[in-house]
């Protein structure tokens, strides 16, 4: 069976460790904060990567099942941050966050 | 042995490739371009691992869904000035260099780590022939309160998404 062929876990570990850091960079360095919503996406799916390479060692589906949370968490994150940068954008006609100070004074 | 090398490598490197670029892109519709590239080749990883339903659920929702939710507000917020600006903040080399040591260190624990991870033996660690269907059951049986609370959530995450888009509270 081809689908048997499995390479070792650590090879998923630092995929999945790769993209967790270059959403880490992309979310501390860029000012546009759709950008850095996008990095955090790019954060949950490296996260996912590691949840289903797991699932796939142990042969359960439970590291599946967390994937799909992981996906909702994702969904309804994406959905509220979205919002609230179209609110802010409406009041104050900007996306950059180091604009985004109503609160220092 | 060697194609499931060369499938995770072809995919590896789509993904990280274009992660970069979407971090780097001056243009956000570029950007979200790239982290789709990303979500797609993910998804060939997790077909890779198994994962036929989380491969559907990939491409369906993250790349139908909330990919396209992104790719309209970039079409509502304005464009040219954030493209016209400089894209970095101030603490670009702070923030960068830091976020290198983390991921030095955490290669360093997977390198002095993979040697004593105690995962099954290979001939157990089978996954079951029907990956929706196993799914469905474990969803339904054994995470069935999480599943409600993520229902929850998703009714809360709506309502403040309606609440943030409208005009006047």
New interface residues.
Partial sequence: M??????????????S??????????V?????V??M???I??IL?AV??NL??F?????T??G??F???V??????????G??????F?RNR??????EMDMLKW | MALSYILFAFFATVAVVSAILMVTRRNIVHSAVSLITTLLATAGIFLQLRGEFLFVVQIILYVGGIMVLFVFVIMLVNLDISLRSVQFNRQKWVAGVLALVLGAQVVFAVWLGSGTLRLPPRHLAVMPARNTEAVGQALFSQYILPFEIASVLLLVAMIGAVVMAKRRV
């Fill in positions: 081809p689908g048997n062929a499995m390479i070792a876990p650590d090879y998923y570990l630092l995929l460790l790769a993209l967790f850091t270059i959403g880490v960079i992309g501390l360095t860029r000012r546009n759709i950008i919503l996008m990095s996406e790019l799916n996912n990567i289903m390479a699932s796939r060692y142990y042969g589906v439970d599946q099942v994937a799909i949370f996906i909702t968490d994702a969904a309804a994150e994406a959905a509220v979205l919002g609230i940068i179209l609110a954008f006609e900007t996306v950059l966050a180091d």
